[in-house]
Nanobody, 114 residues
């Protein structure tokens, strides 16, 4: 599975960004997908996940502000991030689970200015 994340950038606190992750090399609709993030000096943490039937799960810190979704026709998973906070700044990674194997994208940087 190859994953290509995009959509990161610089945004002011309170602003919005939408991340995209295009997948190839597998049947996308069968993949469990997730977004993780890693801030400097911190461990990588799960932000949101979406199952093959579009059940979603979120970290408490982003509930009500972030929305994960998938478009199986486009082989793409999205992360809509609203009301961004400075503490949301991190490298965001797209991940896919196939069987018991995780696959990772290259990450996209999100910077939030105060």
């Amino acid at each position: 599975v190859q994953l290509q994340a995009s959509g990161g950038g610089l945004v002011q606190a309170g602003g919005s960004l939408r991340l995209s992750c295009a997948a190839s090399g597998s049947i996308f609709s069968t993949l469990f997908m997730a977004w993780y993030r890693q801030a400097p000096g911190k461990q990588r943490e799960l932000v949101a996940s979406i199952t093959t039937v579009a059940y979603t799960n979120y970290a408490e810190s982003v509930k009500g502000r972030f929305t994960i979704s998938r478009d199986n026709a486009k082989n793409t998973v999205y992360l809509q991030m609203n009301t961004l906070k400075t503490e949301d700044a991190a490298i965001y990674y797209c991940a896919a689970l196939r069987g018991s194997n995780w696959f990772w994208g290259q990450g996209t940087l999100v910077t939030v200015s105060s």
